[in-house]
């Protein structure tokens, strides 16, 4: 798995490596019960505050994308249900705004999903987002 | 002073002016100085006169130096090695050359304002490491090898004679002799011990330390840095060893149970091997850099991450940062985080251990 930090960026870098780790379990880069880098040696190799890493691996704890492990550390969680009502209220949450948005530009439905079944697909084929 | 060691010395000096010239230039393409710089930038007149002017001050300072030791050995009686003086003088020049020119560089680059647009991006190999912690397996080799050389000299600890030389003249002949102690023989034991924890620690920082991927290709660069981290890794075990080896051999002569010619052999073969090996190591890299840049189109990115760090392009302080070991920006090594407690603990070890070592040898 490569993780890219860009520290120009308008994106807090605790959400950068969240969404990456995120995108890298979704292709299939971090199979299911794989660790993620210890905190530390993670904060090393980007050289940023062990805090910030901390951050963002929470963050995905929260979410349960990623789990405690009692010997390896931490791992990517094994399996997860679409019809969970935790996870579909957290998704809807999360699109609503940018749907939100969307309409205001004008965009129509079809063209919504069109988008979503592309970025789904460059998403599912491991395409990086430059 | 005799020929031999006159051409040594002239050698050494060449050695060290040549090196620490063209180190700040050539070792690494994407910095000068310790500057990141695309070649488009430091092409440009005003940037490749500062970069010119800073490598001929270097040579100057270094060809004074070095007539002004000659000159001193020659005419003083003394048998003092003046080069001791001069050479770390020599260093700290080149520090203060290498800074001066650094911040010119920098001025440079802020008032011509063209690179606002410097990405600063990181890029990381989440299983650079897997590999690279084989190397860990080597580490009980040496310390197996100090025990049973601990174990062999306290066997024949009584047959060692009782009056050994512990101070020979220029010439090679001893003019002080002493009593033997426990302290005196195992002496040598220790500083194996202390040579491989330092070794240990240069093989932890070539695992250890930043991956520095190419942002745009990471994946091919992180291959290619595990390549050259892992020989460089094998190649610090075994100067590692033979250097333990070599100690043995000093203290079998100076148990006097072989000749101390052999020793002294053994030891400069050790040594000899361990400059060429680095050598080679280091124009092996170089090769394998330019052959990615070749295969991949030289990057114009000029990354400019946690520059702000880098006092002078020579010293990592980074308080936040909780590495230890950062590879270099101006050369071909690892440097410490001076922003944490444990890097200077590091720097300060080698001193701990020649402290030890000395009052080990006096009092034990």
């Known amino acids: 798995m490569i993780i890219r930090i860009d520290f120009k960026s308008e994106t807090p870098i605790y959400l950068q490596l969240s969404n990456q780790i995120i995108e890298n379990i979704a292709n299939g880069n971090l199979k299911p019960g794989e660790e993620v880098p210890s905190i530390r040696s993670l904060a090393a190799d980007l050289g940023i ?10 963050l995905l704890k929260q979410k349960g994308l990623l789990t405690m492990h009692n010997s390896r550390g931490i791992v990517a969680t094994g399996s997860h249900i679409a019809e969970d009502e935790k996870n579909m209220s957290s998704v809807k949450k999360a699109l609503r705004p940018i749907i939100a948005e969307s309409i205001c530009y004008g965009f129509t439905n079809i063209q919504l999903k069109e988008i979503i079944d ?13 | 002073m005799n020929n031999i060691q006159l051409v040594f010395l002239a ?5 060290i002016i040549f090196l620490s010239s063209i180190s700040p230039v050539l070792l690494r393409s994407s910095y000068k100085f310790g500057v990141p710089l695309s070649s488009d930038q430091w092409k440009k007149t005003e940037i490749s006169q500062i970069i010119r002017k800073s490598i001929f001050m270097n040579i100057i300072v270094g060809v004074v130096l070095a007539l ?11 048998h003092f090695y003046f080069s001791a003086i001069t050479v770390p003088l020599f260093m700290t020049a080149n520090i203060f050359i290498h800074i001066r020119a650094h911040v010119r560089i920098k001025r440079q680059i802020k008032s011509n304002m063209a690179d606002q ?12 490491r897997r590999e690279l912690s084989l190397l860990r397996m080597w580490y009980p080799i040496p310390f197996i090898m100090i025990f049973l050389n601990v174990f062999f000299i306290a066997w024949y600890y009584n047959d060692i004679p009782n009056i050994l030389p512990i101070h020979h003249d220029a010439s090679g002949k001893v003019d002080r002799y002493g009593e033997k102690s426990v302290g ?10 202390f040579v491989t924890i330092i070794f240990i620690m240069v093989q932890e920082a070539i695992i250890r330390s930043k991956q520095n991927l190419n942002i745009k290709f990471p994946k091919i660069s992180s291959e290619q840095n595990k390549v050259i981290r892992y020989k460089q890794g094998i190649f610090v075990n075994i100067i590692s060893i033979l250097l333990v080896i070599s100690i043995s051999f000093i203290q079998l002569s100076f148990i006097q149970v072989i000749d101390s010619m052999i020793s002294e052999m053994v030891f400069f073969g050790a040594v000899l091997i361990a400059i060429v090996g680095a050598v ?12 990615l840049e070749s295969n991949i189109g030289k990057s114009e990115i000029v990354n400019s991450v946690h ?30 985080n001076l922003g944490r407690p444990t890097g200077w603990f590091l720097l300060l070890l080698p001193f701990i251990f020649g402290f030890t070592l000395f009052l080990f040898a006096r009092f034990v």
Request: no cysteine; glycine share 6%.
């Open chain 1, 49 to 58: 505050n062990m805090h910030t890493v901390n951050k963002a691996y929470s």
């Open chain 1, 118 to 130: 592309e970025l789904y697909k460059d998403i599912k084929g491991g395409k990086v987002d430059e």
């Open chain 2, 11 to 15: 050698i050494l000096w060449i050695v």
């Open chain 2, 68 to 78: 002004s030791t000659f000159i001193i050995q020659w005419f003083s009686p003394s």
């Open chain 2, 117 to 128: 647009s410097a990405t600063q991006m990181v890029a990381v190999d989440t299983k650079f």
């Open chain 2, 184 to 193: 005196m023989v195992f002496v040598f034991n220790l500083s194996q011990l």
């Open chain 2, 280 to 291: 080679m190591l280091s124009v092996k890299k170089q090769a394998m850099e330019r052959k």
């Open chain 2, 307 to 336: 520059d702000e760090h880098w006092k002078g392009g020579i010293f990592y302080v980074n308080k936040e940062d909780p590495a230890i070991f950062v590879e270099q920006r101006s050369g071909n090594g690892f440097t410490i």
